[in-house]
């Protein structure tokens, strides 16, 4: 029997396909900046754009500015004994 959720997963898998330009800066972003990845480059971005073009939701709001607020987690191998 076909089960149907009760809620939304907290998670979505999406693909797109990328302007090679938009793909390599957003790789040397990365790079340059290791706290960021891409899936969070992405939501951040996503965010942002929908936040800045009026999206009312309290999540994407929340979203953006968790996004330029977010905190460098520490580097457990950098830590002293």
Do not use: K
């Not at 907290?10 to 793909?23: G, K, M, T």
């Not at 939701?57 to 520490?74: C, I, K, N, S, T």
Request: some cysteine; proline content about 10%.
């Amino acid at each position: 029997m076909l089960q149907i959720p009760d809620h939304a997963p907290a998670f979505v898998s999406v693909e797109n396909q990328f302007p090679e330009e938009l793909y390599d800066a957003m790789r040397e972003f990365v790079r340059v900046h290791p706290q960021w990845d891409q899936y969070r480059l992405m939501q951040a971005a996503l965010a942002g754009f929908l936040f800045q073009h009026g999206c009312p939701d309290r999540a994407v709001a929340r979203h953006y500015l968790d996004g330029l607020f977010r905190r460098q987690e520490p580097d457990p191998s950098a830590t002293r004994p």
